[in-house]
């Protein structure tokens, strides 16, 4: 007989005892958990006496509170600090024309729409600041 063979007939054999032992264990365990709730019945015995619990609650998410925003007119004044304004406003209002492409502040719009001219509001170099 060659090996190749009795290695197969010793694979089949592994297969046969594994599923025994399969059967066997299913059965034991069918006869361990009736016993146990026997004893549980006849003791009257609690999930918390054998030492068993509900698994703690998942915690929801609580979302951060979110940072206090800061006025519109405040964060344009921040970030116009440093670079030299271009336009004031009536109220105050600075514009400091950074960027060419971006829109221009509601102010600004208002003024146009109206039919003014912002070069009215340019500011001159030693008023700048």
């Known amino acids: 007989m060659s090996d190749l063979v009795k290695l197969e007939e010793l694979q089949e054999q592994i297969r046969k005892l594994q599923e025994q032992e399969k059967t066997l264990i299913s059965e034991a365990r069918e006869g361990v958990i009736k016993e146990m709730k026997d004893k549980i019945a006849r003791f009257k015995l609690t999930a918390a ?76 170099s030693a008023e700048a600041n």
Not at 91 to 120: C, F, L, M, S, Y
């Open 49 to 124: 006496d054998l030492g068993l619990s509900a698994p703690a609650p998942v915690p929801t998410y609580v979302k951060p509170a979110s940072k206090a925003k800061k006025p519109v007119s405040q964060a344009i004044a921040e970030a116009a600090e440093g670079t030299e304004v271009t336009y004031k406003g009536p109220n105050g209002e600075v514009w400091t024309r950074k960027r060419k492409a971006g829109r221009p502040p509601g102010w600004v719009t208002q003024i146009t729409k109206a039919g003014g001219n912002i070069e009215d509001y340019r500011v001159k």
